[in-house]
């Protein structure tokens, strides 16, 4: 449960059906509600001259802050992790090639099997990102 500490000294708490709303509005922009939500009950609770009375309002601009961001530092943690690499991108990967030499010849055998390989994200023969 989140209780949020209000300007006037009472607290706030979010409904359901605004969870999920703010959920549907912002998790796909990369932004993970209910940790922010957690970020906002310790930050109010932590400045106290900084409450705030029209907590929906808050909490909306807060989110949109997120969103407009990237979103949530672990939302984009995850994003970037290998974890989320798939394995056939992972395969033809020659971001760990050292050899300059080496890694030429990797990023062509790559273009020649598949018409692409990974360097952090995929690319073309032309260096080009792509999307598969």
Known sequence: MITMLCKDGSTYEPKQEDLIAWERAYSKRGVDVRQELLSMESWLDANPKKRKVDMKR????????AAQSGGSPMAKSRKQSSRN???????????????????QDAKQFY??????????ELKNGKDEVVTI
């Open 58 to 65: 808050f909490i909306d601009n807060w989110l949109k802050r």
């Open 85 to 103: 690499i798939p394995i056939e991108h992972k395969l033809c990967d020659i971001g760990w090639v050292q050899n300059v030499e080496t890694k």
């Open 111 to 120: 273009l020649n099997k598949l018409g692409y390989y990974f360097d952090g």
